[in-house]
């Protein structure tokens, strides 16, 4: 009953079996570390948190915590069931009411409660074992005998008679308990060696477990976080929606307010021509020339009352039309802040990175724009020789270095030859081997060729196992983290590779084009 009653309070109230892993919320209520965090991931998209059993309510996700000492409750009650299941026996002898036995006698299959051993230690013949419903296997099945004796030689058990007529007769036999006893030792010897190998794997498993539950911590945070952010985002949104829509029903009702007032003066000229009109048309119908010279003082203007309306005979000029320009930067300006908020969030800064003509080789061809560095065949002949340009291998760097901070780029490969894109300190050697950006230990990149990844520093390469797909990458630098990845840009986006170094020096971007290829930084 007992053994019941802490079975049930060791049970967690989500999964009901007994607790993996438990840990506890502020409320003091125990459940499964996977239990709980499953109903707290529910919980977090309903917009609450509370505690399964008590309903108590958490302004933010509670932090499980773990909980060491039911831990090890639970594993010490766990180990001691199947010994508490196999003592459920009980005394042969006491009928009214179970008692459970205490020993069992081989020769009588019987077991028997401490009062009824008392009377039957007085048979001494007879061997006592621990209690049991199973006898067969504690005899011999040739001669029905209880087994007291072990042959080393066969290893088997063996009976008195078995020893004496049996086929061990003559072989070097031992007593039970004596060779029980040798195989104890040998098993406790093993138990030695195995305890410290799985205090290791417990450990290692402690730390996975732990590792696995910071992963779901971040990866909650981070998803609180992204929400936040697209939240800001809408709302930003609708700001820049109403601002733009905003500008075009300004312009719309100046517009439209300037062609009322033109449509009113000309309508007001309509109606002063009528009138002219219809006394004209009465002049003409006078029979009377005295009274027809004497009322011909009526002006008439041939060109429609051009002075009153601008002089534009009432159409409106080119100039009176949507600014649609200016509907676009307003648009354009408004994305521009949203990105620059998100971007400024999450604490990555988008550089403006130009490529730095005085260190490219003669057969480098860089843009105006200094964005594209392409391979070209005629060597550019007005540059010329400086210590910072490269000599030996078709390279440039940017003009500015990344000395802090996290910082993000892009980068396109026009997929033609190959090339290699990365970082290098500005202090790497110019001409030479050692000037290649592969064969230093100054710069880290990535190569792009024959249909493969490849990713180089110090002379040492590794070829990556995913082949590129699309020609646009994304380049992320934490300087003070030392981390240094790529990204190819497709659908789903993909993480090709991360270097992890100390920087020491300022970074500059660097390219190496060959073979016609050709790289743009995206803006």
Request: aromatic content about 6%; charged content about 30%; some cysteine.
């Amino acid at each position: 009953m007992a053994s019941a009653e802490l079975r049930d309070e060791l049970d967690c109230s989500i999964c009901l079996s007994l607790y993996t892993d438990p840990v506890s919320l502020r409320c003091g209520h125990n459940f499964c570390r996977s239990c709980i965090v499953s109903v707290l991931d529910a919980q977090e998209a309903a917009g609450g948190y509370s505690c399964p059993d008590c309903r108590a309510e958490y302004p933010e996700r509670p932090a499980p915590e773990k909980n060491r000492k039911l831990e090890n409750i639970v594993e010490r009650f766990s180990s001691t069931q199947p010994d508490m299941e196999e003592t459920r026996i009980f005394c042969t002898y006491c009928t009214k009411s179970p008692v459970p036995a205490v020993r069992t006698c081989l020769q009588c299959e019987s077991s028997l409660c401490e009062d009824h051993l008392t009377a039957h230690n007085k048979a001494l013949d007879h061997i006592l074992i621990d209690p049991t419903r199973s006898f067969g296997y504690k005899k011999c099945s040739h001669h029905k005998k209880a087994l007291e004796y072990y042959c080393p030689q066969d290893a088997a058990c063996l009976c008195v008679s078995c020893c004496l007529v049996g086929n061990h007769q003559g072989h070097q036999v031992e007593l039970l308990d004596e060779t029980s006893e040798k195989k104890k030792k040998e098993l406790r010897k093993c138990l030695d060696e195995l305890n410290p190998q799985k205090a290791d794997i417990q450990t290692r498993v402690q730390n996975l477990q732990d590792h696995k539950w910071n992963i779901q911590e971040k990866a909650s945070d981070k998803r609180k976080n992204v929400r936040t952010i697209f939240k800001t985002i809408r709302k930003q949104l609708k700001m820049a929606e109403k601002k733009t829509l905003s500008e075009v029903s300004r312009q719309e009702e100046k517009i439209v307010s300037q062609i009322s007032d033109l449509i009113k003066k000309l309508e007001i000229q309509e109606d002063e021509l009528s009138r002219k009109m219809h006394h004209v048309e009465e002049m003409c119908r006078v029979t009377d020339p005295i009274r027809l010279l004497q009322e011909s003082d009526i002006t008439v203007s041939s060109h429609g009352g051009d002075e009153d309306t601008g002089g534009d005979g009432g159409e409106v000029s080119s100039e009176e039309d949507l600014d649609e320009v200016l509907i676009s930067l307003t648009l354009h300006r408004s994305m521009r802040d949203i990105v620059t908020n998100v971007t400024s969030e999450l604490g990555v800064h988008v550089p403006d990175i130009l490529l730095d003509v005085d260190t490219a080789h003669r057969r480098v061809k860089i843009s105006e724009d200094l964005k594209t560095a392409t391979d070209s065949e005629e060597k550019q002949q007005e540059r010329l020789e400086s210590p910072g340009r490269f000599l030996t291998y078709a390279q440039v760097l940017s003009r500015c270095g990344l000395s802090s901070g996290r910082h993000y780029w892009e980068v396109e490969w026009d997929q033609i030859g190959r090339c290699m894109i990365g970082l290098s300190y500005p202090s790497i050697e110019k001409k030479g081997r050692q000037s290649g950006i592969a064969y230093n230990d100054k710069s880290w990149c990535l190569g792009m060729c024959d249909g493969e990844y490849k990713v180089w520093h110090n002379s040492g390469n590794l070829t990556l196992s995913v082949k590129p797909t699309c020609p646009t990458l994304g380049v992320f630098l934490d300087y003070e983290a030392g981390r240094l990845s790529f990204y190819e840009l497709c659908d789903p986006i993909r993480h090709l590779h991360t270097f992890t170094a100390s920087f020491t020096d300022p970074l500059h971007v660097v390219f190496y084009v060959y073979n016609g290829a050709s790289i743009t930084i995206r803006s």
